[in-house]
């Protein structure tokens, strides 16, 4: 049984839990965890959660529950840049492809969940998608070394890795104020733990817009795959469980159409990772106060 473990806001508490075709059973209540990223953490946590869904129980319909991300207090949350390499000849620039993974930093608050609104901020006309797959570490460690690296996944979500493309080059060398405005992106709905996700190896991913097929590709055209970017990150930082990495995005985002393709207002993303789960979020223009 292929296990959805959700975050969630119910009757104006906070929660976490399993998803069945009915609703939600309730993991705080039944194996005494306090969050996702604690039963992440801790050795057993994965086994009462299947000891759980072996009962099938349901306490929360499904559409009484909104999707939090998927781990709303992880400690990081690391994006890869220019993973395949059809992005990096994007670019146009005539460079070689990259030695080292270009990466930054997003915070929990630039994200919504699964079915929330991403927010068209009246800053920019620029506002774009990035469909990508999330890992998420279950051990951590420091200097991981890439033929242990694969171990230290708990599972796996997926991300739109929304941004806004002229903000992202307001600076020389950084894109953090572009990728950081509020509920930019979205992750979710769920984690599938690794084992339940199949070969890691045959991952996929799509991205439409409206019903339009957008991004397609998998993760054997990755140029740094996943155990090079656990070991490589553990190298100057000691990931923790429940930390979120993002993996990159595959050609065809908004941005690299002409003329270019971004969002606007009432637009639907929705991304796609076999095995995984499909994430779906719609435009709204963010309301700012006079």
């Not at 946590?45 to 869904?53: F, H, K, N, P, W």
Request: aromatic share 8%; glycine share 12%.
């Amino acid at each position: 049984m292929m296990l959805k473990l959700v975050s969630f806001s119910a009757a104006g508490r906070d929660g976490f839990g399993l998803v069945h075709a009915a609703g939600v059973a309730d993991l705080g209540a039944r194996t005494g965890f306090a969050s996702l990223r604690e039963l992440i953490a801790a050795p057993q946590g994965l086994e009462a959660a299947r000891r759980v869904a072996a009962e099938a129980p349901v306490d929360v319909a499904l559409g009484d529950i909104r999707y939090r991300i998927p781990v709303p207090d992880a400690d990081k949350i690391i994006c890869i840049g220019v993973n395949y390499a059809d992005r990096n000849a994007e670019y146009k620039d005539g460079s070689e492809a990259p030695r080292y993974p270009s990466m930054f930093l997003r915070t929990r608050g630039s994200f919504a969940g699964h079915g929330e609104p991403l927010l068209l901020p009246p800053e920019s006309p620029q506002f774009d998608y990035e469909g990508e797959i999330v890992i998420v570490i279950g051990k951590g460690g420091r200097r991981i070394p890439q033929e242990a690296a694969l171990s230290h996944i708990f599972g796996l979500t997926v991300c739109n890795e929304g941004g806004v493309r002229d903000w992202m080059r307001h600076a020389k060398f950084n894109v953090t104020q572009g990728k950081n405005f509020e509920k930019s992106g979205s992750i979710g709905p769920w984690i599938v733990p690794v084992e339940d996700a199949g070969d890691l190896a045959d991952l996929s991913l799509k991205t439409w817009v409206n019903g339009e097929l957008r991004q397609e590709d998998t993760v054997q055209r990755m140029m740094f795959p996943f155990a090079y970017l656990i070991s490589y990150i553990s190298s100057f930082t000691e990931l923790l469980p429940g930390d979120i990495i993002v993996t990159g995005t595959p050609t065809g985002s908004g941005a690299r159409f002409d003329p270019p393709r971004y969002l606007v207002d009432g637009d639907v993303v929705r991304v796609t990772v076999p095995g995984v789960g499909t994430l779906e979020n719609r435009v709204v223009r963010e309301m700012v106060p006079a």
